[in-house]
């Protein structure tokens, strides 16, 4: 289900985190279902629609679109052309009805996912640089001692690291659409059944895609760079005997896949071929006298072993690693689908300490004074994690316009609170002025974004000056209304944030809502509704 959408998300030319986008889907607490994909879809800001169409109707809906399959798990299916839809006519007799259709954004509202972007694209960098300084590399030494032989044993080399790498990916769960469409193509399907058959394995661990891979890494190291640099021809002559003893190994694959497995996989086949290739090339060199097969000395047999041991335990190494940081990133998405659920949220909200937070008159307010989400926060504006949190609470705001709304109390600064007195100053002058062009709540956003900026009263008294009337009994009365909660409600620590006047559960973090305001949205407004019921039938009853 992730795949499919960050495939059709990312041909809309939708600037998504691949990675965090699953990793979201996958932890919504009703995942797999087109709730789940709704929401996450929500929580980045993309627009779209969800609905229910008859099936004769599919051909007049503009494309692409994605639809809800009715099987086990709730499958999807995307359709992007008219071909896609003559070529899955019996998939579309799963059809549900349901299809979702997003609209292309060139921007996400969402931080996170513009960090997860940078730091995918830091990766695809460092892997280009990579492949690019290691062809560059291997070119070079190639170039000081060119043959034709020594050309063909590095191009079959670099074939066989490609092919490997790809094995190697599909076993720890990493896909390529063309190597998937290579894998399946005809009756090849059973690359997986041969990657992850016991059969397949050495001393019951080492899977056929690690020999593959640390096998030509090995190879491609010691012909592309020592055999250049190296006097005689006993390491080429060691490779060579490597080539021959692998024609056992063809021979066993051979076997596995068509004899006890009884699928091919074609992956594993392109292996064989060029490990045969090899061992025609090394034969024809043993048997025209082109090398010698006794061409062995002590030390190229030591420096071989040594590199195929390092090749071969870097990769089992970065193999346990990837797989434990899969194991840590499943853990975390189910834990997540619990601390996702609305449900369980409110639960442990409903058991913090509950303060008064009902708004002051000219509360300092910022977003939809009706939303059903109501957040209070103290801060102190010369605080940091204020800072932070403010910026996250703004990104909700922006992504949950109608649903959450953000109402401050400010403490005494360590001014000795000139700087809250000054800010709470300008924004009972611009409530009196009510001419600025500006609502209530994008006036204070905006006075909260230009403070934070610098943290410095001249700047913001520069930028913002108190050009309306303003009594000095007024401000100071709501300056200590701001105080005074502060004080009886104990604020020890800034910020604190309250949702409907109970204290943020210590194992939610701000940024956590993010998930869970579509769910807090329904059940806050379904609580209103049975309480205008309940008080309804109380003052029909009187």
Known sequence: MERVLTDYLQSLKIPISKNLFRKRVASHPDFPSILAVADTLRQFGIPHIVARVEKENLGDL??????????????????????????????????????????????????????AIEEEHRFKMAAGLLAATTIGLLATSLIFSFTWSQFIVLVTAMAGVVTGYFL??????????????????????????????????????ITFSDLTLGYFIGQ?????????????????????WLSILTVPVIGYSFWLQSVKIKEWCRLCLVVSGILMAQVILYGSMFFTGVLSPFAIGATSIVVSMFIFGIAGSSLLLLK?????????????????????????????????????????VNDFLIGN?????????AVNLHCGPCKNELEQTKELLSIYPDQVNLSLRFLKSGDDGKSSNLLLKFWLNSLNQQNNGQSRQD??????????????KDSFVTSHPLNGKLSGKESDAYLQLH?????????????????????????YMLKDLLVLIPGLTDFFNNQNEMKNEVSSTCVKSL
């Not at 491609?220 to 060579?240: K, M």
């Not at 194991?327 to 834990?335: H, T, W």
């Open 62 to 115: 503009p494309l692409p679109v994605i639809l809800h399959l009715d099987t086990v798990g709730g499958s999807l299916l995307p359709i992007y052309n008219e071909e896609d839809l003559n070529k899955n006519r019996e998939k579309l007799n799963h059809w549900s009805g349901v299809l979702i259709q997003a609209e292309p954004v060139q921007k996400i509202a969402d931080q996170e996912n513009k960090k």
């Open 168 to 205: 190697f990916a599909k076993d720890l769960g990493i896909t390529y659409q063309a190597v998937e469409s290579f894998c399946s193509a005809g009756t090849g399907a059973g690359c997986g059944k041969v990657l992850r058959s016991e059969e397949g394995k050495l001393f019951g661990f």
């Open 220 to 240: 491609l190291i010691v012909a592309g760079l020592l055999v250049p640099f190296w006097s005689g021809n006993s390491l080429l002559a060691i490779l060579g």
């Open 320 to 360: 346990q690693t990837i797989q434990n940081k899969n194991l840590a990133v499943q853990n975390e998405i189910s834990a997540n689908r619990i601390k996702n659920s609305p449900e369980v949220f409110t639960s442990l909200l409903f058991r913090q300490r509950q303060v008064d937070t009902t708004p002051f």
């Open 369 to 377: 004074p009706n939303a059903p989400v109501k957040l209070t926060m």
């Open 443 to 456: 006036t204070g956003q905006a006075m909260i974004d230009v403070w934070y900026e610098s943290m410095d």
């Open 483 to 507: 105080y005074e909660w502060v004080k009886n409600v104990g604020i020890t620590k800034t910020p604190t944030t309250f949702l409907k006047g109970y204290e943020l559960p210590a194992a």
